[in-house]
Structure formats: C-alpha cells, structure tokens
C-alpha cells in the first residue's frame, strides 16, 4: 500500500512534439477559414451569379457541401489535436487536390490551395516521422 501520493513519471513533450502540436493548431485555424469561404459560397455572400447554392451547377454543390461540413470538424479535432483530426483534412485535402488537379476545367486550377495541402502534409509526414524515431531510440 502506497503511503504518500502517488506520483506518476510523465515525459516532458520534445521539440518534436510540441512543433506537431503547433502545425496541428496552425493547419485548425485554416481549415477553419477554409470551412467559412465554403459556407460563404453555399449561402450566396460571395458577389457572382454562379456562387449560390441554389444556382451553382450540381459538381460544385456535392464538392461544396462536403467541405463546408469537413473543414470546420477538421478544424475542431486538429484544434483537440485528436487523433481524427489529421484523418479529416486528409479527406479534405484529398478532395481540393481531386478537384483542382483532376478537373481544373470543371473546379478551375488553384495551385495555391493544392501547394498547401502538399506542403502541410510532407512537414506532417516529417514531424512523425522524427517522433517516431525518437520514441524508437529512448525505447
């Protein structure tokens, strides 16, 4: 039987860690504003004939409507840094690469969008990668 209070050993985050911590939160915050141009463009705030829901083609509903509701879910589990959160802006960014790779004359070319995604994706890949590595070496 333990007499005192229990303490329990707890491993300080490494540099690793904490910088994944920081792109988990930095990556919320743009899915979060990616999540509310969607929703801009479903509910017609944007000036165009075209950027209404009722009034966009039936591609840009189906593509619409899904990342309005993933961008900003996205944003909240990568905000908890859950371990759903990447999943969902995999998914996310999946879909925008589809889109503006795939169909650039049905969604338009925005290479701004598709950089990005591979962008935050390879310094994701590295970050677990390095922390990987680094739980195998103290292991």
């Not at 910088?19 to 743009?30: D, E, S, W």
């Not at 969607?38 to 829901?53: A, E, H, K, Q, S």
Request: with cysteine; proline share 4%.
């Amino acid at each position: 039987m333990i007499a005192g209070p229990a303490r329990i050993a707890v491993a300080a985050p490494t540099l690793a860690e904490r910088a994944l911590a920081f792109l988990h939160r930095l990556v919320a915050v743009y899915c979060l504003l990616f999540g509310i141009l969607y929703w801009i463009r479903l509910i017609g705030l944007n000036d165009g004939v075209t950027w209404r829901f009722d009034t966009m083609p039936i591609y840009w509903q189906a593509a619409g409507v899904v990342l309005a509701v993933f961008f900003p879910f996205a944003a909240i589990g990568l905000w908890m840094l859950a371990s759903w959160g990447p999943v969902l802006w995999l998914i996310c960014a999946i879909t925008e690469i589809v889109m503006y790779v795939g169909f650039p004359q049905v969604f338009g070319w925005r290479i701004g969008a598709v950089a990005v995604h591979f962008t935050v994706a390879a310094l994701y890949l590295i970050l677990r990668l390095v922390i990987y590595f680094q739980k195998k070496r103290l292991a």
